[in-house]
């Protein structure tokens, strides 16, 4: 296996084990608390990585952790279970599906990184397989919905990007950003949680186990292998990985909820599996483990320049 195959491999875990989300919640978690939900995921485990790491930002990277922890989570999971709430769950994954191609957009802004049509075919068809597998007939749409599924979609791919862009300081380990970004997220939802749903629930030794694993398993740990895959890889091939939570939770749904899969379900996660594929292609370009390394260099150089 090469070293490219491998850092895809990696990272191709976290859009799995978000894939889990949906059943965790629903098999483990109390019931319609999904902004508690979200903060359970993000600070303890932000606040176990700070503690862990003994990093704090420094300089510049106290707004930029900030607004990093606002795009991918503090942002993400409220705009995110609005859209579940009022919309239907396949019509929420359909709308989330948008989210490789704002990365496309993005990184030719942001990056430089040109969209070949590869990529911007690869996003398309991601988002027809995605469709396929979850989509229902009479499914509703419902304005406020989809505008939040947009925006959280936006709000991921615009961290996804800029996380690329700068990169992290110098002798701090990925571990250490995730915990910044994941406590800055967190600290924003909490406010917002406790007004909108109260106090917390109670919780059951059920509740506590779903707890713990959506938040070192499925957030702590998947946080870090998605920031690391960002490091390595083209923006546009890690959010193109993305159509693998869909998929996961389609499988897990048919293997432990007992839903039933069609051949249209089947088509379509073979669709959005070959975009998945198609999209970590990358012709003329090689492949190093100092890649990452050789970016944070110039980010530095680039933000000393910047200060004079």
């Known amino acids: 296996m090469s070293r490219k195959a491998a850092v895809i491999g990696l990272t191709a875990l976290a859009p799995i084990s978000w894939g889990s989300t949906y059943a965790v919640t629903t098999e483990f978690l109390p019931p319609d608390r999904p902004l508690f939900t979200g903060l359970m995921r993000a600070l303890p485990a932000g606040l176990a990585l700070l503690a862990l790491t003994r990093t704090l930002p420094h300089g510049t990277w106290w707004w930029r952790a900030a607004v990093l922890g606002a795009l991918n989570i503090g942002a993400f999971f409220p705009l995110l279970f609005l859209a579940a709430y009022r919309l239907p769950g396949g019509v929420a994954a359909v709308v989330g599906s948008a989210g490789p191609l704002f990365v496309v957009g993005l990184a030719a802004l942001v990056l430089g990184e040109r969209p070949t049509v590869r990529a911007l075919l690869a996003a398309v068809a991601a988002a027809l397989g995605v469709s396929l597998v979850v989509l229902r007939a009479g499914a509703a749409f419902d304005a406020v919905g989809v505008a939040a599924g947009l925006a959280s979609a936006a709000s991921m791919s615009a961290g996804t990007v800029l996380t690329k862009r700068w990169g992290r300081p110098r002798g701090v ?136």
């Open 173 to 308: 380990g990925p571990l250490a950003m995730v915990g910044w970004q994941l406590t800055a997220g967190g600290l924003l939802i909490a406010p917002v949680a406790f007004l909108v749903e109260g106090a917390p629930p109670a919780l059951d030794g059920r509740g506590a186990a779903g707890y713990a694993y959506l938040a070192l398993a499925n957030t702590a740990v998947s946080y870090w292998l998605w920031l690391r895959g960002i490091e390595r890889l083209p923006a546009t091939s890690v959010t193109l990985l993305g159509p693998l939570s869909p998929i996961t939770a389609a499988v897990i749904g048919w293997l432990a909820l007992g839903e039933a899969l069609g051949p249209v379900q089947l088509a379509g996660m073979a669709i959005a599996f070959g975009a998945t594929l198609a999209g970590q292609w990358t012709p003329r370009r090689t492949f190093s483990s100092a890649e990452g390394n050789s970016q944070e260099v110039s980010m530095d150089l680039t933000d000393r320049a910047l200060r004079r």
